[in-house]
T-cell receptor, first 114, second 112 residues
Framework: DAKTTQPPSMDCAEGRAANLPCNHS???????VYWYRQIHSQGPQYIIH???NNETNEMASLIITEDRKSSTLILPHATLRDTAVYYC???????????????FGKGTLLTVNP | EADIYQTPRYLVIGTGKKITLECSQT?????MYWYQQDPGMELHLIHY???????EKGDLSSESTVSRIRTEHFPLTLESARPSHTSQYLC???????????FGNGTRLTVT
């Protein structure tokens, strides 16, 4: 899997948009970008994923640059409950072997302040 | 929404005991995974399975073993627990193609 780089920590005011960046400059053409988050002591929670188009769901939006070398996860109106570690992961899909597994890095600790 | 269950949620056990951590999923997912995570640290993959009777070692070496006799069940066993096994163990499953992984809430193991 391609390596990703994320800032170790970020702060955001409650009610404001949280924009979490991720660099994946060595991403291959068939690798998807996945975002997960982990709230203290719980299992990671899937947020969103995409290949090259921007994606939006009820939790967040994912903006992928045209060259696909970086992406941004956007939480439009952050709440205190969004405080968590956010992981950006790239993974090949639709192929066999060991490529279905996810390799987690250190992620970004997002702290939402009142 | 995938349903994946891990038991027990917390386990405190003495050195030398044999333990089995349970993981079950109700979505019919072929692929299942075990991750290990120490407090404040990264998740490390220790075992995975692509289906019944298929198990593979993950990226991090572990003294634990796993079995996959049924699609929905992926238990992890430690034959002789040691204090170095103290950690959180997270189970996950995924479906076909680019389906995301869905995680359980983990088992927090303490070996005294």
């Amino acid at each position: 899997d391609a390596k990703t780089t994320q800032p170790p920590s970020m702060d955001c005011a409650e009610g404001r948009a949280a924009n979490l960046p991720c660099n994946h400059s060595t991403i291959s053409g068939n690798e998807y970008v996945y975002w997960y988050r982990q709230i203290h002591s719980q299992g990671p929670q899937y947020i969103i994923h995409g290949l090259k188009n921007n994606e939006t769901n009820e939790m967040a939006s994912l903006i992928i640059t045209e060259d696909r070398k970086s992406s941004t996860l956007i939480l439009p109106h952050a709440t205190l409950r969004d405080t968590a570690v956010y992981y950006c992961i790239v993974r090949v899909a639709n192929s066999g072997g060991s490529n279905y597994k996810l390799t987690f890095g250190k992620g970004t600790l997002l702290t939402v302040n009142p | 929404e995938a349903d994946i269950y891990q038991t027990p949620r917390y386990l405190v056990i003495g050195t030398g005991k044999k333990i089995t951590l349970e993981c079950s999923q109700t979505m019919g997912h072929d692929k299942m995974y075990w991750y290990q995570q120490d407090p404040g640290m990264e998740l490390h993959l220790i075992h995975y399975s692509y289906g019944v009777n298929s198990t593979e070692k993950g990226d991090l070496s572990s003294e634990s073993t796993v079995s996959r006799i049924r699609t929905e069940h992926f238990p992890l066993t430690l034959e002789s627990a040691r204090p170095s096994h103290t950690s959180q163990y997270l189970c996950a499953s995924s479906g076909t193609g680019n389906s995301p992984l869905h995680f359980g809430n983990g088992t927090r193991l303490t070996v005294t």
